[in-house]
């Protein structure tokens, strides 16, 4: 071991110290951290280190693929095969930092590892994914909007779904980003344009991965734990100025101007992301809601109930059905109230003949019974 090697291990073990004594973010203890640049980083060539905030100064190894903006799976694949390499070769912690496309190569390597017995698998905590400007973000990157398996055209990239995994992830993500932070609504076109133009002014920044994750405020920080115990935490870095707009500052126009549209355009733009919702009112639960008062209502009597039997003679009684036997005579009858005996039954009276003519007497109009017509026809046949 050289002196220099000595010494930067000797600096990146205080660094891991100190920010696990001091630091807010979830601090990522590694040995050596894995570099996967985006689109073009082939074309640049070495970058040197990152020296990332986050990564506490240690030891980097840059991660060589072809990183090609035309035929994504077939770079994707190339450089998750040597990421995949170096995670297996590398003893002890590890952190992998893809940016871009490199966040693409990161999902795939999770992918390939998962598919592996979990004998052959790093220990949850020996491992630590963070994705930056990562389109293949489930909270906010632009490949959520299209369903697995299909192949975007032009960029040659198939959407898959990123697994699972025990080991903890960390997003960054800055505002406005059209890869990584696209709009929840993509039928707010104002928000939409606004992402697109994003790509431009914000996702490709230099210093897009340079970010003090202490400095975030909490409200922009989210904290999820899947089933398999693994921790997602998402910072969202907000842009102070809408990239819509930054096309008429180039251009010169006045900043006067510019801000006038901005503060109509921002509300418009904010309104396509469901995180700037204003919150709901919780709905009563069963514990939270009032107990119902009992209304001093009396009961309304209930109706006299009446029920038809069917009386078979001699001494049957059938419910609901006709008697049987062969001399049953069968008849109505029902059950009443007793004091209906009080009443004069009407149809006993109608039943005799006396009743009967009585009540056909009162049932004809005056002149209009038979017995009248012929009085009336004899009385014409003695004039």
Known sequence: ???GSAVRQLIAVGSVIAAGAIAVAPAVVADTVLTVGGTGSALVGDQGSWRLPYTHGAPEVNIVYPSS???MDWSVA?????????IVSTPEGKTAVGISQGGLVLAEVKRRLMALPESDRPASGELV??????PSNPQGGLLRHFPEGFRLPGFGVTVVETPETPWNTIYVTREYDGFADFPDRVHNLVAVANALVG???VHAQPGYASVDLDAVPDRDVTVTTNTLGGVTTSYLVRTERLPLLQPARDLGVPEKIVKH???????VV???YVR???PRTPALTAASAPEPVAASVEPEPEPERKRHLRVASPGRIAVGGPAKGRHARVVEAELRDPRDDERPDVRTQASTPESAAHAGAKSDPPGDSPSDNSGADAERGDE
């Open 69 to 71: 903006p035309v035929f």
């Open 129 to 134: 994914f963070i994705g930056v400007g990562d």
């Open 276 to 278: 700037n919702d204003p």
């Open 78 to 86: 190339h450089g998750a095969g040597s990421l995949h390499a170096a």
């Open 199 to 201: 790509i431009v002014y």
């Open 1 to 3: 071991m050289t002196v």
């Open 270 to 272: 904010d309104a396509g």
């Open 261 to 267: 549209l901005e503060a109509a355009l921002k509300p």
